[in-house]
């Protein structure tokens, strides 16, 4: 098992225990027994999964697998929820005493099977050798690149950011690294201390940490030819303290004012950048300019203004001008533009003020022709280097190529964001910037491929200018028509740069028509139709072609789904407002399931698949959402009111498409069968509301209950009970079975006999269609012992419940309610019904020979005796004491005369 996964399942434990443990001391006991039951499980599944790879490699050295059943686990998991939700606290330890007693066993007998393991393979190292192979290869497929791997050969400007980092922060002498970040660290300290408290003059206490600073400088470099990692470590420490130490100065008054702070800013960036490149050191230049762009946020005093901010990461980027214009030093590169658009423009946005917009609009543009320079210079060092294997593989990081020049637009954008005739202007500007670039570049060789970079910006540029004149939210459509037009034709193109475009495009006019809609509070529908309409034409255009099929990327089909989410909300608005508000909305839901259906035929014609079905799938939660939404409105007193008989007939049609939808094409039920069977289930479920809507908990399952039986009698080799071996049918089915028994407000209508009644027929196919279901999903691969536990409990719950009806018809007994615990007459119907079906089921079990099922039987004696302790022998009456006892145990004589344990273990419940 990968690490991660060891991770995740240590954390999902530790939420469980804190949120279990923090609901308890908020009185929510109910909500930490369910944690600590899901506590429990997850141990026992993570147990679970050691065992399965152990009993592998016995197999594979002729040892016989470990059998251990997890039912007591179960069993007793349950006797001590129901201890506590019924605050029996003796219940609850006796229930935990038992876990631990069984859990620790298990680990006891697991501990034994490895050591048997163990010896067998020391008694056949050859074997064990192979077996080892191969079960680290199964489990830890996928092999992470180390800096092992980099060859001698490899430099700067051929690792990735990420190694780059992984190299500098793992490698080498973590021990150094650690003590330098802790005496950077203690400077910091040490410098606010110094500023707040110490008596001696400022500018005197600052002078003498600047000349420690100094001079260990001068010892690391001293020291290079020695110790080489060692030596870079003290410079680093020493150029980063004169970086504090200055910016202590100049915002404590020290240096009084910018120009001097600036120029001894450049004092010390200037031996830095010397000190980087005389010894070919990035992690010198990383570990100075890291810290210069994070020495602002360490001063005590006050804030920067948002100028002086980007002003200060504008000389900062200099300094890496300078050393990438030498040095191809990537990393250097990715790092300067990360921080610079992420933490100064996040310092802009937060500190800036109106007064400020000319300059900090300068500072971007200032800031965008650095990184523009950055990425040119270093196509050029690297075409230089080595110009065959330049041009085979990318020229450049995306960020420095695209990032740089879009990043510095969108902020000038949003500075200027009510001022439609300078957005026009800076898309110009950059468009001519552009243009002039990809002259000066095309007509040398080394770089024809940033040139066709150059041109693909430049069009960009030119294409925001036509949206960004159109009037007020016109821009809206502008922005949906140009960008639905431009990926279409990009897929015609086959370029993938356009496509990117088209796509950003798009994105714009959504956010564009959000803010008119959220911010401004102005809804002008014509111009939401035309964006709703351009999302739809380009995801079912994009589907339509194989040719474009083909093109379509996951980052691209992720971006369809979103429109299809986006469009879908659009369009129900759009409707209701067309229609006439709330009264309208059955005949919206009906006319979008419609165009869904119709879209989906269509695109089944043109052989669409994956790159279709997740959108249409992501575009249906909306309804699905509308849906609910309609349903929970309409219940009243446990019933469904409907105002009118067209309303009943249109969400029916809905429901009936709904489920098309999910069904055709069927070639996501194998693949993604848990997300198709939950929507057709759900789909089932709504249309059935419809058929009998004074009794919606029986209503809301007769047409899954015939799905259900029709998935039954197809062939085996269908793909029709597929449907059945999900857990979110499990889930649904578990939801219904408890909350329609204690919910049903209508249970008792048309109740003629018992069984002989409409609920106690739809819980009892229920039941069948549960225990069915369960069979499946064991053959699937669920665990035996929860699928008998599930079995068992379901099978006493809802027969349970028939007998209950019963009873309250008949003798006017409690119904759903906790005095039904100390009712003599329930609790010996109880115990006469539980030890019946187990006499019956272990009576099967014996004759068809099958040990699992008599098993069953078995824990629902366990269960029958259990009651018979903690309820029969304290809380009812003395007659019906007797008669529970003489029943129960006459009936546990006959078993074990009649079906004694069956000896061969050849057949298994699964096989029934």
Not at 256 to 272: D, E, K, Q, R
Not at 521 to 532: Q, T
Not at 734 to 741: D, N, P
Request: hydrophobic share 55%.
């Amino acid at each position: 098992m990968l690490k991660g996964q060891y991770e995740i399942r240590m954390i999902w434990l530790m939420v469980l225990i804190i949120a279990g443990v923090g609901m308890w001391y908020a009185d929510f006991q109910q909500f930490s027994y369910l944690c600590g039951l899901a506590f429990v499980i997850s141990v026992m599944h993570y147990v679970d999964d050691l065992q399965k790879p152990a009993d592998q490699m016995a197999i594979e050295q002729g040892i016989s697998a470990q059998l251990t059943s997890k039912v007591p686990l179960y069993i007793s998991s349950i006797i001590a929820l129901v201890g506590g939700v019924g605050q029996m606290h003796w219940l609850t330890a006796l229930g935990l005493s038992a876990w631990i007693f069984f859990f620790l066993r298990w680990l006891k007998r697991l501990e034994r099977h490895l050591l048997a393991i163990q010896r067998q393979m020391q008694q056949h190292p050859i074997a064990a050798v192979d077996t080892e192979k191969k079960h680290s290869f199964v489990q830890e497929p996928n092999v992470m690149l180390t800096t092992s791997d980099v060859t001698p050969t490899t430099t700067a400007s051929e690792i990735s950011l990420n190694e780059q980092l992984k190299l500098w922060l793992f490698q080498g002498n973590p021990v150094l690294k650690v003590a330098i970040a802790v005496l950077v660290v203690g400077v910091v300290l040490l410098l606010r201390f110094a500023t707040e408290h110490w008596q001696l003059s400022l500018a005197f206490k600052l002078i003498v940490v600047a000349v420690i600073s100094l001079a260990i400088v001068i010892f690391g470099y001293v020291m290079q030819h020695k110790n080489r990692g060692f030596a870079l470590a003290l410079e680093g420490l020493g150029l980063a303290t004169l970086f504090l130490t200055l910016f202590f100065a100049y915002y404590n008054q020290v240096i009084p004012n910018l120009f001097i702070a600036s120029g001894c800013f450049i004092a010390i960036l200037v031996p830095t950048i010397w000190l980087s490149l005389k010894q070919q050191s990035i992690e010198l230049a990383l570990m100075a300019m890291l810290i210069a762009y994070v020495a602002p946020f360490t001063l005590p005093v006050r804030n920067a203004t948002a100028t002086e901010f980007i002003a200060y990461y504008l000389l900062i980027n200099l300094a890496v001008v300078v050393l990438s214009t030498l040095r191809p030093w990537k990393a250097l590169n990715q790092i300067a533009f990360l921080t610079t658009v992420f933490v100064g423009g996040s310092y802009a946005f937060y500190y800036g003020d109106e007064l400020e917009k000319f300059v900090l609009s300068g500072l971007v543009f200032a800031h965008t022709a650095v990184f523009i320079w950055l990425s040119f210079r270093f196509s050029q060092l690297l075409a230089k280097s080595d110009l065959t294997r330049f041009q085979l593989k990318p020229i450049m990081d995306i960020a420095l190529i695209f990032g740089a020049p879009i990043a510095g637009y969108i902020f000038l954008y949003l500075m200027y964001f009510d001022q439609n005739i300078y957005q026009a202007s800076f898309s110009c500007a950059f468009a001519m910037v552009y243009l002039g670039l990809y002259q000066l570049s095309k007509r040398n060789q080394a770089v024809a491929m940033i040139s066709q970079s150059y041109f693909s910006l430049m069009l960009i540029f030119m294409a925001l200018i036509p949206p960004i004149l159109l009037a007020e939210q016109w821009s809206v459509a502008g922005w949906a028509i140009e960008g639905a037009f431009i990926f279409i034709y990009a897929l015609y193109r086959q370029s993938t740069i356009s496509r990117y475009v088209g796509m950003g495009l798009l994105l714009m006019a959504g956010l564009s028509g959000g803010y008119y809609f959220t911010v401004l509070n102005v809804f002008p529908s014509n111009v939401y139709w035309v964006l709703c309409i351009s999302y739809f034409a380009m995801v079912i255009i994009s589907n339509s072609i194989p040719q474009f099929q083909q093109q379509l990327t996951n980052s691209t089909i992720a971006f369809q789904c979103m429109q299809m989410l986006s469009a879908t909300v659009m369009l129900f608005i759009l409707l209701l407002e067309q229609m006439g508000g709330q009264s309208q909305v059955m005949m919206c839901l009906l006319v979008v399931t419609v165009f869904y259906n119709l879209s989906n035929e269509w695109l089944l014609r043109c052989n669409a698949t994956w790159s279709w079905l997740l959108p249409k799938w992501i575009g249906l939660i909306p309804v699905y959402c509308l849906a609910l939404y309609m349903v929970i409105d309409l219940s009243h007193n446990g019933m469904m009111v409907w105002h009118h008989l067209s309303d009943r007939i249109l969400f029916a049609l809905s429901g009936v498409l709904l489920t098309l939808l999910w069904l055709r094409p069927l070639l996501g039920v194998k693949a993604e069968r848990e997300w198709v069977s939950l929507g057709v289930f759900v789909s089932l479920a709504l249309t059935s509301l419809t058929l009998v809507p004074s009794m919606p908990y029986l209503s809301a399952v007769i047409l899954p209950l015939l799905f259900g039986a029709w998935c039954y009698k197809q062939a085996e080799h269908s793909d029709w009970p597929i449907f059945w071996q999900t857990r979110n049918t499990l889930a649904l089915m578990l939801m219904w079975i408890i909350s329609s028994q204690i919910l049903s407000s209508h249970a008792f209508e048309m109740y003629f006999l018992p069984i002989v009644n409409p609920f106690d027929m739809v819980s009892l196919a229920m039941l069948m269609s549960f225990i069915w279901m369960l069979n499946l999903q064991m053959k699937a691969g669920l665990d035996k012992s929860m699928g008998a536990i599930l079995m068992v409990l379901g099978l006493l719950w809802l027969s349970s419940y028939v007998v209950l009806r019963a009873l309250h018809v008949y003798f006017a007994t409690p119904y759903n309610e906790w005095q039904m615990w100390g009712n003599a007459t329930i609790q010996l119907s109880f115990t006469l019904l539980w030890v019946s079906l187990a006499f019956i089921t272990m009576s099967v079990a014996t004759k068809r020979k099958l040990r699992a099922l008599w098993v069953l039987g078995a824990s629902i004696l366990v269960l029958v005796t259990l009651k018979l302790v903690l309820f029969d022998l304290s809380q009812i009456g003395t007659l019906t004491r007797v008669i529970s006892f003489f029943g129960a145990g006459f009936i546990m004589l006959m078993i074990a005369y009649i079906a004694p344990m069956p000896e061969t273990q050849s057949n298994s419940i699964d096989q029934n």
